[in-house]
């Protein structure tokens, strides 16, 4: 069983990658690792199993053929029933501006080929861990914006908002300490964990994200730049 699911059922990860080498290597390891596995090889399939049976992660080759895994995951995003499905992003792209196109159309995480196993198998957990159902903790609240961590759902004046499970767990430490300042590596070790690593740019990132999924036309950025320091769950006149 992984590490931190004991007494879950199995979590499923669907592994949409065309190369067979690679597909059967991710196989083994996680299936190791006591995860179950299912396969796509294209785009149109990774759907359609998703719609079939929704896994508990999706772990998305960039370059699939006829369609993209950008186009996938934007796909994911769209629909009311996977938009909080946690997607890992596999890339051979190393440009710094791809891991952000990666972020930015809706992965919660993205990591570069070659890659070590080890390493994978960290993110892996740790977004399953981040997206699991919390625990009984009550609802928490700040200025108009609520969140009511049992139902695992977020309002704003009332009005439901959608989040990625990586812009959640971010939203979900800001309100546990607002008007608390907090660097990016600060931000990182808590959202993220610490045997994670992943890039401080990441972070603002799902800031933009987050500041696009709460507020709304006319209302006010809940979320404070501090320049040099990071950021904070804030109003300009508090």
Not at 6 to 32: C, F, Q, S, W
Not at 59 to 78: F, K, N, T, Y
Not at 208 to 221: F, T, V
Request: glycine content about 6%; hydrophobic content about 40%; aromatic content about 6%.
């Amino acid at each position: 069983m992984p590490e931190g699911f004991h007494g879950m059922a199995k979590p499923t990860i669907l592994v949409v990658e065309d190369e067979a080498a690679l597909l059967a290597l991710l196989r083994y390891n996680l299936e190791r690792q006591g995860f179950r596995v299912e396969e796509a090889t294209d785009g149109q399939e990774a759907l359609l199993r998703i719609s079939e049976a929704k896994p508990d992660l999706v772990l998305l080759d960039w370059m699939l053929p006829a369609m993209s895994g950008i186009e996938v995951c934007r796909q994911i995003r769209r629909r009311p029933e996977t938009r909080n499905l946690p997607v890992i992003m596999v890339t051979a792209r190393t440009e710094p501006q791809d891991a952000v196109r990666a972020l930015d159309i809706g992965a919660d995480d993205h990591i570069a080929k070659p890659f070590a196993i080890e390493a994978l198998l960290a993110r892996i957990r740790a977004l399953l861990r981040r997206s699991a159902s919390p625990t009984s903790k009550g609802t928490v609240a700040f200025a108009d914006l609520t969140m009511d961590q049992d139902a695992h759902r977020v309002s704003r004046n009332g009005r439901a908002l959608h989040l990625g499970p990586t812009e959640y767990r971010l939203l979900e430490f800001f309100l546990l300490n607002p008007r608390r300042v907090f660097s990016r590596e600060q931000l990182l070790d808590a959202v993220w964990g610490r045997d994670i690593h992943v890039e401080p740019r990441t972070v603002d990132v799902h800031i933009r994200r987050l500041r696009k999924a709460i507020n709304g036309e006319g209302e006010a950025d809940l979320i404070r730049t501090v320049r040099t320091a990071g950021y904070a769950l804030d109003t300009e006149e508090g």
